[in-house]
Each structure stands twice: as C-alpha cells, then as structure tokens.
C-alpha cells in the first residue's frame, strides 16, 4: 500500500513569507506526527495528532508554527513569518496506534525548507 | 538535556564485518526502543526495535541487544555491506499519551567494498 506522502518535497521561500507543509498518513492511520530534522539538533518531535485533535503541542518551537488535521487525515504544518533558523527537514509520520503494532511509526520523504 | 544519547557519531567498517551502534536512555518511564535507517533524500525507515521485556531481538543480519538495569540498548549489523552505509537513529517512546519518538544524534556508518 502507499507510504506517507508530503509535498513539496522541496521549498525555498523568502524571510518573512509564510509557508504551508503537507503530509497524507498511510490510510487509517489514526496517529499523525511531524518531527523536524535540522543539522544542529537531530531530530525532534514538534505536534502530535490522534484523529483531528492535537493533544500534545510541545515541540512547536514559537507561536509562528501551527498545524491542523482535517477529516482524520491530511495535515498542513504552516510557518508564519519564517526565519533562516526555520530552515529543515520537515518529517511526518503516521501510525495505527492499534494492537500490537501502535508503536511503529512510518515516515514520509520529508519536506526541505530553505529560507533565504 | 538529551534523554537518548547515541554513539560512536560516526563508523568506518569494511564489508563483512560488524557495525556496532550504542545508546544510552535516561528515562526509566520509556518501553519501546526502535531503530531507524535513513538514506540521503529519505525519510527514516523502520528497521527493527524491541520493547523491555526481552533483552535480544534478531531481524536476519540486524540485532538488538538491551539492557534494562544499565539503560542501554545497541544495534549489531553482521555482515555488514556497501548497500548498509546510511545514518543509524536510535530513539525511545512511552505508551499512552502522545508516544512521540525521542531520537538520538544519530550515527553515519559507512562500509567500505
């Protein structure tokens, strides 16, 4: 079956300019999350989804970051008024949060964002 | 603080030997330990992961060992070969709640032909 998609795959924008992530989970995927992966910092976890509510917001780093789920499925991540140290791969991922298997999580491709 | 600490940050082996990556966990309240491969352009893919109650899983040439009372957990890849070389994360959850995955720095391993 299809993986978790995200699109773009890439995008430039300038500083000051807002953008706007997508990411489609695997279908039925009730757990979507998005992770940023930045060369200083790893990988860390920014807003977790469980249907359409967001029940853990912790790792939005400014008010600048919001997301939302719509249907129990895609999700928009936005950056308003972006900065260079938004600059990052931006990662989603979904799992089932099921039976035996809740725990797996399943990445997209990611979006690399570069503001300039 | 860092609650997943991995190392070495980096390894050179050559094919057929054993790539040996570590971490280390501070928080006792996590029980799922996953490991990720990641290729250049790629998301992290699922490779293995193993939860407290076993101290070893083994996936074909890909293990896992765990050490409950040192909170420490490591990957060994046999055989290691060139189709190998990407970036190894570790990473820890909790259940319930939003069982988001702490990862660690990562580790770049390279197997030479």
């Known amino acids: 079956g299809a993986g978790v998609s995200q699109s773009p795959s890439n995008k430039v924008t300038e500083k000051g300019k807002d953008v706007e992530l997508r990411c489609d989970p695997i279908s039925g995927h009730t757990a979507l999350y998005w992770y940023r992966q930045s060369l200083g910092q790893g990988l860390e976890f920014l807003i977790y989804f469980q249907g359409n509510s967001a029940p853990d917001k912790s790792g939005l780093p400014s008010d600048r970051f919001s997301a939302e789920r719509t249907g129990g499925s895609v999700s928009t991540l936005t950056i308003q008024r972006t900065q260079q140290e938004d600059s990052a791969v931006y990662l989603c991922a979904s799992s089932s949060r099921t039976g035996l298997l809740s725990y797996e999580q399943y990445f997209g491709p990611g979006t690399r964002l570069t503001v300039t | 603080q860092q609650q997943v600490k991995q190392s070495p940050q980096s390894l050179i082996v050559q094919k057929g030997g054993i790539s040996i990556i570590n971490c280390a966990y501070e928080n006792t309240a996590f029980d799922y330990f996953p490991w990720y491969q990641q290729f250049p352009g790629k998301g992290p893919a699922l490779l293995i992961a193993?939860?407290?109650?076993?101290s070893e899983k083994k996936e074909g040439r890909f293990t896992i060992s765990f050490n409950k009372s040192a909170k420490q957990f490591s990957l060994h890849i046999m055989d290691s070969q060139p189709g190998d070389s990407a970036t190894y994360f570790c990473a820890a959850s909790m259940q319930g709640g939003s069982e988001k995955l702490v990862f660690g720095k990562g580790m770049k391993l390279t197997v030479n032909p």
């Open positions: 193993i939860r407290p109650d076993v």
